[in-house]
């Protein structure tokens, strides 16, 4: 049963635009974790969000965690070609180290 | 320094052979895991091991066999492969075994069974 939902799962903009990515559960998480994933690597961990209503910002990229910690967005201001990748959503609970992650959202950046 | 080593990079097998991929961490986490990525690029989990004990055991078919043999080395066996095993499959590892805590991943082992 996929838990984590993404959306959208592709998305291809111009350098400069803005954009936002959705994660979304009907299920509670007491953590949330968004990776990046570049063709032939792996994951690599970009935030953790654990409060409901968490914000947290690192350069250009907004993470919000929802108040019912059953969703959370990404948001990119100013997109460039070195944001292009797989965004992953990974939500976690409270007893267990276990990770649910999302399908990922596949961005594209065009110079 | 790589921090989470894989071998091999790729392995290309036939459908009934036995293989095994090798996964090392430097960082001197206590916890690692196995996931599968799909073509869909799904990743979902395999196994856990924490100080070389087993914590998660998804269902995944009893073809596939972890080992630790030291809490710095998490590797994965497999049995009788068939098509459906062909995906990339990533070690990871985490500090101590808990889902706020980063998870440190391998560059991935891109198997194709033929």
């Known amino acids: 049963t996929q838990l984590l939902e993404q959306s959208p799962q592709f998305l291809s903009i111009q350098e400069g635009e803005n954009l936002t990515v959705y994660c979304n559960s009907s299920?509670?998480?007491?953590?949330l974790q968004w990776y990046r994933q570049e063709p032939g690597e792996g994951p690599v961990l970009l935030v953790t969000v654990v409060t409901g209503g968490e914000v947290k910002k690192l350069k250009r990229l907004t993470f919000q965690f929802g108040d019912a910690r059953k969703d959370s967005s990404l948001h990119i201001t100013a997109a460039q070609p070195g944001d292009t990748g797989l965004y992953l959503c990974a939500g976690g609970r409270t007893s267990g180290s276990r990770l649910t992650f999302g399908e990922g959202t596949q961005l594209t950046v065009n110079p | 320094d790589t921090a989470v080593s894989q071998t091999p990079k790729y392995l290309v097998t036939q459908m009934g052979n036995d293989k095994s991929i090798k996964c090392e961490q430097n960082?001197?986490?206590?916890?690692m895991y196995w996931y599968k990525q799909d073509s869909k690029k799904f990743l979902k989990i395999m196994f856990s091991?924490?100080?070389?004990?087993?914590?998660i055991n998804e269902t995944v078919p009893n073809r596939f066999s972890p080992k630790s043999p030291d809490k710095a080395h998490l590797n994965l066996h497999i049995n009788s492969l068939e098509l459906g095993d062909s995906a990339v499959y990533f070690c990871?590892?985490?500090?101590?075994?808990?889902?706020?805590?980063?998870?440190?991943f391998g560059p991935g082992t891109r198997l194709t069974v033929l």
């Open positions: 960082l001197g986490h206590d916890t």
């Open positions: 299920s509670v998480f007491s953590s």
């Open positions: 091991y924490n100080n070389k004990e087993l914590i």
């Open positions: 990871a590892s985490s500090q101590v075994a808990g889902s706020y805590n980063e998870q440190f």
